[in-house]
């Protein structure tokens, strides 16, 4: 409450709501960490096909399909890009591609893109965790308004507070309730 | 031109409606797609710009993204190619503005221009038939039939960094190519893909390269004979450019001035017996007369480009400059590079 004016805009001190909701970063732990290093492919063990199409090209064709095809000779990982209208951005792609596919070959669970998958996966366990948390407690929260703290501190009128509390929650009854029938299935 | 199966086409309709149109030029699911949505992107683009600025001034009249989306589509399945759609061309790492008039860059035009200036900052920078004292000297480029300037662009960007010096001059026989160029010179630099240096390296410059090439060169801004000729001049054949091998998107849209060689009346008089080489015949000829150290020529197909070196070696031969000359055709013929996929020809002048 004793937050300097400047920082707090929007939030009025005779506020309406009974509890402004703090927001908390999440998952922080997870992301902090540095990927290993990209791998490092050179130029000789790789071939370059640009994937022309057959019969005659140049002048008499002109073809927009820049397609790059890379193919990693001592591994013989083949990929391709056709993302962009530019080839050597096409290229750029293809190897960046190449290196990711390679490294998972050569290091499985260690390479840069299984753990950078493993992590998009735990941060977005721990998402629907804590969602399927916080529905479960506003279900309780609804069933016992006067079971949450901080509405019992802040709040001069508990009653009040209490149907103001209810109103907002209100909208929220119907996902949880789904989210419930969904954990029930 | 082998029928599409109405099941495909069918199909392609399901996924988008506006894909059966652009399968007309496509011909194929998965390049169809591709230009689906780089016109897509292009379009949404063009309309938030067009509602930023608040005018309707526009080449197509239009209302929003989606119906500029099916206009260029309908174009693009009238053969108009993507390029004019679009308006650029990315040409390595420049991008290219392309215009009606003027032939759009090739991919295999971008290969051989890599290469290119692979060989002259390696084999002729850093050769010892190359002496040190004219490393110091300016380098100098002459890119013939230069069309958009692509050619010439991309070699400034590649080889300026390593050099102290340089000059590029780009001919082209029509007006409307050289202020496209000159247009492109100036977009790059201003989108920071080319140094500002390029503005007074590069010329361009309207001349015919079969007729009064000399006095163009005398008349430029390079001080003595280029060290370096490059080209990509129009190869096809009046009879290839008939018989169906060039499509139809070329044949109705792009500059026939700029593919096909125009039929000269003195050609008994030289030592030619197919016309689409004539070119290669007056670029070789010049370097020969001013003794330059890289010749790079793109060439139609393989048996084109052996002409053109037989050519070379007969041209040789009749300037008595036989022994210090290296010719060979790239990429290598057993690289499996098919017969009819263009290649270059290339002429290293050791001295």
């Known amino acids: ?42 130029d000789a063990d790789v071939t370059i096909s640009y994937l022309k199409g057959t019969g005659p090209g140049g002048q008499k064709i002109n073809k927009t399909n820049s397609a790059v095809q890379l193919i990693h000779k001592p591994t013989g990982v083949v990929v391709k890009s056709q993302a962009t209208r530019s080839r050597s951005q096409n290229e750029k792609i293809a190897r960046q591609l190449l290196a990711d596919k390679v490294e998972q070959l050569l290091h499985g669970d260690q390479s840069r893109a299984a753990i950078k998958a493993d992590r998009a996966r735990k941060k977005k366990a721990s998402k629907t965790k804590k969602s399927r948390r916080k529905y479960r407690e506003l279900e309780d929260g609804n069933e016992s308004p006067e079971a949450e703290e901080d509405d019992a501190q802040e709040v001069d009128h508990p009653n009040e507070g209490g149907a103001v509390g209810a109103e907002e929650q209100s909208p929220r009854q119907l996902p949880s309730q789904q989210n419930l029938q969904q954990e029930q299935k | 031109m082998p029928r599409i199966p109405n099941r495909t086409i069918l199909n392609a309709y399901r996924q988008d409606p506006l894909l059966p149109l652009l399968f007309q030029e496509c011909r194929s699911l998965s390049l169809a797609k591709n230009e689906l949505r780089w016109l897509r992107d292009r379009a949404v683009h063009m309309a938030q710009l067009n509602l930023a600025k608040g005018a309707v001034a526009s080449k197509y009249p239009f209302h929003g993204w989606r119906s500029l989306l ?31 008039g003027v032939l759009i860059p090739r991919p295999e035009t971008e290969t051989f221009t890599f290469h290119a ?45 390593h050099v102290q010096e340089m000059s590029i001059l780009g001919v082209d026989i029509s007006a409307t190519a050289i202020g496209l160029a000159r247009k492109n010179l100036v977009h790059n630099i201003r989108r920071g893909y080319l140094s500002d240096n390029a503005l007074m390296d590069i010329t361009f410059r309207q001349g015919n390269v079969l007729d009064d090439i000399r006095d163009i060169l005398g008349s430029s801004i390079h001080t003595g004979p280029p060290d370096v000729i490059i080209s990509n001049p129009p190869y096809i054949s009046q009879q290839s450019f008939g018989d169906g091998t060039t499509t139809r998107s070329v044949r109705k849209f792009e500059p026939r001035i700029a593919l096909v060689p125009p039929k000269d009346d003195c050609m008994s008089e030289l030592p030619l017996n197919r016309q689409e080489d004539i070119f290669y015949y007056h670029i070789l000829a010049l370097s020969f007369r001013l003794k330059t150290s890289l010749v790079m020529l793109e060439c139609g ?27 060979c055709i790239w990429p290598a013929a057993d690289s499996g590079l098919q017969c009819s996929e263009p290649c270059v020809v290339i002429v290293q002048r050791y001295d």
């Not at chain 2, 309908?74 to 009606?100: K, M, W």
């Not at chain 2, 900052?121 to 000297?137: C, S, V």
């Not at chain 2, 197909?301 to 010719?327: F, H, M, P």
């Open chain 2, 70 to 100: 099916r206009s260029m589509c309908r174009a693009r399945s009238r053969g108009l190619p993507l390029q004019y759609i679009l308006g650029d061309q990315p040409f390595g790492n420049l991008d290219i503005r392309c215009e009606r």
């Open chain 2, 117 to 161: 200036a692979d060989l002259i900052l390696h084999d002729m920078l850093n050769n010892r038939h190359f002496p040190a004292e004219d490393r110091a000297k300016c380098l100098r480029i002459i890119d013939l039939c230069t069309g958009t300037g692509c050619i010439s662009l991309l070699l400034h960007a590649l080889i300026a960094p």
């Open chain 2, 301 to 327: 197909d393989l048996s084109q480009g052996k002409r053109v070196a037989t050519l070379c070696n007969d041209l040789a031969a009749e300037y008595s400059q036989v022994g210090n000359l290296r010719i």
């Open chain 1, 1 to 42: 409450m004793f937050r300097p004016l400047h920082l707090t805009p929007y939030i009025k001190f005779r506020c309406p709501f009974p509890n402004p909701r703090l927001f908390t970063l999440s998952a922080l732990s997870l992301a902090n960490k540095a990927l290993p290093p990209r791998l490092k492919i050179q």
